[in-house]
């Protein structure tokens, strides 16, 4: 049985950012199947994982965490010498880094998840999209999307020359808006769609997608 | 010599007083630099430049520029490892961990609801902006779920990522401040033992009152 166990369901974002992190690090894990429309994440044993109720749910031995980008930092961290090296400079690149992980989590993601749910989920479960909060929040997004487009302007990835954690967290709401309308978001903007071109090719990205499909 | 360790913004702002309980926490030595907020200083082209969301805070240090308070307080720890509180951050990994966990769990649960009220509560009446009471009862319920949680992590451990005071409490230290004092929703807090004796042992320590006092003489 292998020591790192992810629960959760491959389709959700948090998920998927554990997931992407996992392949690039080229570590084994486990996938346990959390059976959501049953509620099996708001109840015990799960809850011992993540007393929020929310996927994912990480393991590694003994140790347990929640909250995704935690788990991603733990494993860049504890894994460091596996698979891709996110990092590229000194401590001051470092704190960088962390700064534009810090953007993703809150000027990027508020805005990305809500139309995300607008624009790609509400479609497949068959719920009316509202048109109010997409127009507002893709206004939003535009403007985080101007910011981006001058740090990419001067900085290949986010944090520094090379991919980081600051970029692969942006990969699972990206995927799914790049299948809307908030597509024009990203292609508009020159350095942004070479960055969203880049980073969507990650082969261990091709790995989170085929196992998406394989889940059903 | 002045020190080269700067923050931009004033104390009353959630997110700089954030900071600037880390650095105090660190014993780091520090320069406030103010930003006027209701001149809209923040959202000039000059502030942009070291803070392209203009917003606050902005910090430096020697040869470096940030935002961003957690990742600001995350520097601040890994840089001055062994000034002030060593284990502000963990001395080591498996700490590490779960501090960031709850770091997390602080900026993607609890910091939503409970800055809607703080801005709801405490600035929107000084703001002269209208209160929004649907949208105040949503984001009580949502924080009041979370500190369900909370009640229950607390009575598991003293604080949240462990037996020893991190940068998980110390995130939220400046919400829990302005609900507690300001906005008649002490309560929440008070009212629920664990989640009470935490906030209690939290806010008294030195480094908290110290930023405070910088709120109320308005620094």
């Given at each position: 049985m292998a020591a790192i166990r992810v629960h959760g369901t491959p389709y959700s974002t948090a998920v998927a950012r554990v997931l992407t992190t996992l392949y690039e690090k080229e570590l084994e894990f486990e996938f346990v199947a959390i059976d959501m429309k049953a509620g099996e994440h708001k109840k015990e044993p799960f809850l011992s994982i993540n007393p929020f109720g929310q996927i994912p749910g990480f393991e590694d031995g003994d140790l347990k965490l929640f909250e995704s980008r935690a788990i991603t930092k733990y494993i860049a961290q504890e894994y460091a010498d596996k698979g891709t090296q996110f990092k590229c400079g000194d401590s001051k690149t470092a704190a960088i880094i962390g700064v534009w992980t810090e953007v993703e989590a809150h000027q990027f993601d508020p805005v990305a998840s809500k139309l995300t749910w607008e624009l790609a989920f509400k479609p497949r479960y068959g719920l009316a999209t509202d048109t109010a909060i997409v127009e507002e929040n893709e206004a939003k997004l535009a403007k985080v999307l101007d910011v981006y487009e001058s740090r990419l302007a001067q900085s290949k990835y986010l944090g520094?020359?090379?991919?980081?954690?600051?970029?692969?967290?942006?990969?699972?709401?990206?995927?799914?808006?790049?299948?809307?309308?908030?597509?024009?978001?990203?292609?508009?903007?020159?350095?942004?769609?070479?960055?969203?071109d880049a980073i969507t090719a990650r082969p261990a990205w091709s790995k989170v997608l085929a196992l998406q499909k394989q889940q059903g | 010599m002045a020190t080269p360790v700067k923050v931009y913004g004033p104390a009353m702002s959630t997110a700089v007083s954030r900071v600037l309980a880390c650095l105090l926490e660190k014993n780091v030595d520090f320069q406030l630099v103010p930003v006027h907020l209701a001149k809209g200083e923040h959202k000039k082209p000059d502030f942009r430049k070291i803070q392209p969301f203009g917003q606050v805070p902005a910090f430096e240090d020697e040869g470096i520029s940030l935002f961003e308070s957690r990742a600001i307080c995350r520097y601040i720890c890994e840089k001055y490892t062994d000034k002030g509180n060593k284990g502000l951050y963990g001395t080591n990994p498996v700490a590490?961990?779960?501090?960031?966990?709850?770091?997390?769990?602080?900026?993607?649960?609890?910091?939503?609801?409970?800055?809607?009220?703080?801005?709801?509560?405490?600035?929107?009446?000084?703001?002269?902006?209208k209160q929004d009471q649907v949208v105040i009862k949503q984001n009580e319920e949502k924080l009041s779920k979370v500190?369900?949680?909370?009640?229950?992590?607390?009575?598991?451990?003293?604080?949240?990522?462990?037996?020893?005071?991190?940068?998980?409490?110390?995130?939220?230290?400046?919400?829990?401040?302005?609900?507690?004092?300001?906005?008649?929703?002490?309560?929440?807090?008070?009212?629920?033992?664990?989640?009470?004796?935490?906030?209690?042992?939290?806010?008294?320590?030195?480094?908290?009152?110290?930023?405070?006092?910088?709120?109320?003489?308005?620094?």
């Open positions: 520094c020359g090379c991919i980081t954690l600051a970029d692969l967290h942006h990969l699972p709401n990206i995927h799914y808006l790049l299948g809307t309308q908030a597509k024009k978001l990203f292609d508009s903007r020159p350095h942004v769609s070479a960055w969203v | 590490r961990a779960s501090i960031d966990q709850w770091l997390e769990a602080e900026g993607q649960s609890f910091n939503p609801p409970s800055s809607v009220l703080v801005f709801q509560l405490a600035f929107a009446p000084r703001m002269k902006v500190l369900g949680i909370y009640e229950k992590r607390l009575g598991e451990t003293r604080f949240l990522a462990g037996d020893e005071f991190s940068l998980a409490d110390l995130s939220h230290l400046p919400n829990t401040q302005y609900l507690v004092t300001t906005s008649g929703r002490g309560e929440m807090f008070t009212s629920k033992k664990n989640v009470g004796r935490w906030w209690n042992e939290i806010s008294s320590r030195q480094s908290w009152k110290k930023v405070v006092d910088m709120q109320n003489k308005g620094a």
